[in-house]
């Protein structure tokens, strides 16, 4: 996972390239509160094929749903499902009014999230709330004339807020919590308190909400509040949470449900009292349970349920627990419908597993009623009105639409030109639209096999991903590897169960592998990723976090990569900057310990192609390169496969690695190791200097000479630079095609000192269906050296000698030591980074 370095400067080699304002904005981008890609898929509401978000009509004998992105009412021990919203955006977490006549709901229209209200005897529905903020999880009171809900309006922040609502009218809400600024270290939420998931006590006097009141860690614990403004919360349970807790207070007043992974890798059902005391686990598996409601006799719990891998919903009776599932096998539509069939086919005819957007012409995604649908976490608003939506096939699939127009996307890939297709579907119509995927190029026969070396199988998300899915995922991207890294969230390291000794997942086939290593995840340091680990994962699997055992720096990233060496793993940084370090800022000061381990001979890839901006990080790169140190270039996503909205999908920055004929994971590892690699987000190059390809070293006599460069690029989307960047500065920029999609050029470059020559792709902005901020390649270098002299460049050795005095500086400051002996070998790794960038800040002369 992510981690995001806070200091800001522009620096030499890449300033006139420096990222433009992006077209690209985050879903929800009024959220003021860091570390969006968790909240946005652990706590607001998804948009999914199954059910989620489920309410009990008062009879106990129906439930209203949200699916497909509208909302459903469903009668227990029927398999009919009758529509109750449609257009207008998509539908989220319904509650049903105490008296059955009214459900209030959140509507998302691609820029916020309202809260509206539904009369089920007509209808119709209509807006209780529009401040332009994110507003979600109403729940009525008992008495029906109030509701309290969780709004960002106040700042950006999480706060409770009540609501009163008289026939079909809500009144001006009031905020319920206090503002507070609890100055506590906390790494993934803001230092402002939160507060979550109110439920209501039955005598409409108290509240239960979800707050991290005093924790660094989590979402916190359960407190009770008064229902009106003021702060008066008791706890009456802590506990660390994450995200999906969402209490449900019985209609007796004595329990409370609620969602938890304590003790466990995965959430479930458990029940306390509601004055609190030792809470018990109410249902068990190796799935998600999230979710639950009280039916109004507090016999039952209907929840949520991802056990199959997509949602599903379920009722459990209380006591026993026996289980039924709710299945909606027909679905009654309140508007006209058709269906709209998708075969996806190579030029032989044969099936392709592919990914699949289809648009609707209000900008709504659709997808099969059994297919995961995963939404993309940004977008241009100028271009959409939602974000892109879309899922995997495996060359046939078949949905219910309403009926209209749509756009129809198919990629594969990055070696298959995209498929758009326009269609119109009528009502009770049936279309069915035949795609042919044309190859642009064919890589593996030239011994060159793709790779996503970051990605996360299972991180808390909607769904549950196992083996078998991620390999259906790789094929529909066309990706030969996955290095599916096990990692820590808080406290729990969901797909620890996989770690496999280093060898593929059994899911693997000759051409597509699925590796299980591991995300080292200190806060401090800078994450790191370990492939190809044979003996054990490294528990704990993070370090520096406050107010926990693992508090201290030690160890630092350089312990973990000797400990993973040990294993015969290859070790690298992941996601490494957001923006250009500055380090010569002594109050942000930088922390990524990179050019310690670069100048120890620690790290054997960086991912320049990552969940970071890429220029801003090939930038650091191209400094370490100058110094003479060869570090070749690797790419991963950090894609959360289990995601509803990611930043995806897997493969979407990816490496590819010349390893030889067939697929070796071994061989592959080498490769990447002696930098036979090019990095992209789309564009594929290919890069030789005098017949030499990216991880060779060519060698001359002392004196200035000329080399014979020849580039190729081809690429999904168009592409507004390629250029030749030689000891961090561009020497020349290769001439492309009229589309900027291709290009192939043989261009003379002067040599007159050791360095390096890389070829780079790049454009100024996002250019979809490349999901990222904008396109991005670039090669592994190979390496120049004249008469045996390295790579000098005493500017850039300056620059990594004041990061690594910040370092020392933040080291000695630091006090959550365990030991001395700790500090002191800390120290020490940085004092002897320090002396080799001492010794590479000098030019070497040389008489000729």
């Known amino acids: 996972m992510r981690r995001t370095l806070l200091a800001v400067v522009a620096v030499a080699a890449l300033a006139a390239a420096a990222p433009l304002a992006a077209q690209r904005e985050a879903v929800l981008k009024q959220v003021n509160v860091p570390h969006p890609y968790y909240f946005r898929e652990m706590y607001l509401p998804q948009l999914t094929t199954g059910p989620s978000g489920a309410a009990w009509m008062p009879d106990g004998k129906s439930l209203v749903y949200s699916m497909r992105g509208s909302l459903w009412r469903q009668t227990l021990g029927t398999t009919e499902a009758t529509q109750l919203t449609t257009g207008g955006g998509y539908d989220y ?36 709330t529009g401040n332009h903020a994110v507003n979600v999880e109403p729940r009525w009171s008992p008495s029906g004339d109030r509701i309290a809900f969780v709004s960002t309006a106040y700042e950006g922040r999480w706060h409770v807020y009540t609501m009163s609502v008289r026939e079909g009218r809500g009144s001006a809400a009031r905020r319920v919590t206090t503002d507070r600024n609890s100055k506590l270290p906390r790494y993934y939420y803001s230092v402002f308190d939160h507060f979550l998931s109110p439920t209501w006590s039955p005598d409409g006097k108290e509240l239960i909400v979800v707050s991290n009141r005093n924790h660094i860690w ?10 009106e403004p003021g702060d008066s919360m008791r706890l009456i349970h802590d506990e660390e949470t994450t995200w999906k807790a969402r209490p449900d207070w ?15 890798q995965y959430n479930q059902l458990w029940l306390m009292r509601s004055e609190g005391g030792d809470p018990l686990e109410l249902t068990y598996g190796t799935f998600d349970a999230t979710s639950p409601r009280w039916s109004r006799d507090a016999k039952h719990i209907a929840y949520i349920s991802n056990e199959g891998g997509n949602t599903s919903l379920w009722v459990i009776d209380v006591p026993g627990t026996a289980k039924q599932k709710v299945e909606s096998k027909t679905l009654k539509f309140i508007e006209p419908v058709g269906t709209l069939g998708v075969t996806v086919r190579d030029e032989a005819g044969k099936s392709l597993d592919a990914r ?21 976490d940004s977008f241009d608003r100028t271009e959409r009105r939602f974000e892109v ?31 758009t297709r326009s269609v119109q579907v009528s009502d009770r119509g049936t279309r069915t639209l035949s795609i042919v995927m044309h190859r642009l190029v064919n890589l593996p026969r030239k011994g060159w096999y793709s790779g996503d070396l970051h990605v996360h199988m299972n991180y808390g998300g909607t769904y549950r991903t196992v083996p078998r899915q991620l390999a259906f995922m790789a094929r529909a991207e066309d990706l030969h590897v996955v290095e599916e890294l096990i990692v820590n969230k808080e406290q729990r390291v969901p797909d620890i169960s996989y770690f496999g000794g280093g060898a593929p997942d059994p899911v693997s086939t000759p051409t597509t592998l699925i590796v299980h290593g591991q995300e080292f995840h200190t806060s401090y340091w800078g994450h790191s990723g370990l492939l190809g680990l044979t003996k054990n994962i490294l528990i704990p699997g ?39 370090p500055n380090p010569e800022d002594t ?8 050019p310690v381990d670069v100048a120890l001979g620690k790290v054997d890839y960086m991912e320049i192609v990552a969940f970071s901006d890429h220029r801003s990080t090939a930038d650091v790169w191209y400094r370490l390169l100058n110094c003479g140190f060869r570090i070749p270039a690797g790419a991963g996503t950090d894609a959360m496969t289990n995601y509803a909205s990611l930043r995806g999908p897997v493969g979407m920055n990816r490496v590819y690695v010349h390893s030889g004929a067939t697929l070796d994971h071994a061989r592959w590892m080498s490769a990447i190791k002696a930098g036979r690699t090019f990095a992209t987000n789309g564009p594929l190059l290919s890069l030789t200097v005098n017949g030499r390809e990216p991880g060779d070293e060519i060698k001359f006599p002392l004196g200035t000479h000329s080399v014979s460069v020849h580039s190729e690029m081809h690429s999904i989307v168009a592409v507004e630079h390629l250029e030749l960047v030689q000891n961090g500065k561009v020497v020349a920029s290769v001439p492309l095609s009229a589309d900027h999609r291709s290009a192939s050029a043989t261009q003379t470059v002067s040599v007159e000192r050791s360095g390096w020559i890389t070829l780079r792709a790049w454009s100024e902005h996002a250019t979809p269906p490349v999901l990222d901020i904008y396109p991005f390649a670039t090669t592994s270098p190979v390496y120049l050296t004249i008469a045996g002299i390295p790579p000098r460049s005493p500017e850039d050795a300056h620059f990594f000698i004041d990061w690594v005095d910040r370092l020392r500086e933040g080291a000695e400051r630091h006090t959550g030591w365990n030991s001395d002996e700790e500090k002191r070998t800390v120290l020490e790794l940085i004092a002897r980074s320090r002396a080799e960038f001492e010794k590479r800040s000098y030019d070497i002369a040389v008489s000729r």
């Open 356 to 376: 699949v957007s289809i648009t609707g012409a209000d900008g709504r995604s659709w997808a099969p009623a059994d297919a995961l649908m995963h939404a993309d």
């Open 542 to 580: 993070y370090a520096a976090y406050a107010n926990t055992p693992a508090a201290s720096l030690y160890p630092t990233n350089a312990n973990v990569f000797d400990l993973a060496h040990a294993q015969g793993a290859i070790t690298g940084y992941v996601h490494p900057f957001d923006d250009p």
């Open 93 to 128: 977490q319904p509650d049903v009014s105490p008296d059955g006549r009214w459900v209030a709901f959140d509507r998302y229209d691609g820029n916020e999230l309202e809260l509206e209200l539904l009369d089920l005897s007509t209808g119709a529905v209509t807006a209780l």
């Open 250 to 264: 019985s209609p007796d007043g004595t329990r409370v449900v609620y969602s938890s992974d304590l003790g466990t």
């Open 389 to 419: 939506g879309y899922y995997h096939t495996s060359g046939s699939s078949r949905l219910t639409v309403p009926a209209g127009s749509y756009t129809v996307e198919v990629t594969r890939g990055l070696e298959y030109a995209v498929a």
């Open 218 to 227: 989590g979402t916190g614990g359960f407190w009770r509040t008064s229902a």
């Open 587 to 594: 109050v942000n000061r930088v922390t990524s310990e990179l």
